[in-house]
């Protein structure tokens, strides 16, 4: 009897093992979700909007003949506006996310890709914050690096990342089953940033170029 009783925790063990493991994933996962949409529905609006701001002001150069009229002036405005406003909300969601993917049970539990694009993807973010710091510290003359280098380190950082999310979504791994993505609780339309590289390129030259407005702005 008492044999019997050992086989039949043995077999209960390991079930009852990977029923706690998986609530674990799916609590990680339901996390993340969370702070991802809370970035999606806060943060990124800002982004684009700032991002966007710079593309009309680029695109207006193009055709405008007086790079310091008052249409381009009010979109430059609104580019700076933007990125000041931006600022504070990234740095507070990549607090949070930090929080969440050093804590000890998702380094603990989470596999290693899963650990590693969590980093890679955080780093992404900084790399963004970075750039748009960097442009506002030219903009209030107290740069102290280029903003082309954080615009270099932003596209290394961001292929970083979508090169292990591909190769995260090819990993076979039972762990995988243990978990669902939750829904994501955001439009669409928050997760496409613009992309400003080589904007200013097609901008004919100027006696009063835009670089007298803001000494050596970078692509947005």
């Excluded at 615009?151 to 039972?174: G, H, M, P, T």
Aim: charged share 25%; hydrophobic share 40%.
């Amino acid at each position: 009897m008492k044999a019997l009783k050992l086989i039949g925790l043995a077999l209960i063990a390991p079930i009852a093992l990977i029923g706690v493991y998986s609530r674990i994933l799916q609590s990680h996962a339901n996390e993340s979700q969370k702070i991802f949409d809370d970035r999606c529905n806060n943060v990124n609006p800002i982004l684009i909007k700032y991002k966007q701001a710079y593309l009309d002001m680029v695109n207006l150069m193009k055709t405008d003949p007086q790079p310091k009229s008052e249409p381009i002036l009010n979109l430059y405005n609104q580019y700076l506006g933007g990125i000041r406003a931006y600022l504070p909300l990234e740095k507070s969601w990549l607090e949070k996310q930090r929080v969440f993917v050093n804590r000890w049970d998702f380094q603990t539990f989470e596999p290693k890709y899963m650990k590693d694009l969590a980093t890679a993807q955080t780093d992404m973010y900084q790399a963004y914050f970075n750039h748009a710091k960097s442009i506002i510290d030219i903009a209030d003359n107290q740069a102290t690096h280029s903003a082309t280098v954080e615009k270099d380190n932003l596209y290394i950082a961001s292929d970083r990342y979508f090169k292990l999310r591909d190769e995260a979504i090819k990993i076979v791994d039972w762990r995988k089953f243990l978990w669902k993505m939750p829904p994501v609780n955001c439009p669409e339309k928050n997760l496409n940033i613009p992309e400003t590289g080589g904007a200013l390129e097609n901008t004919p030259d100027s006696p009063s170029p835009i670089p007298e407005l803001v000494p050596n702005i970078p692509n947005g």
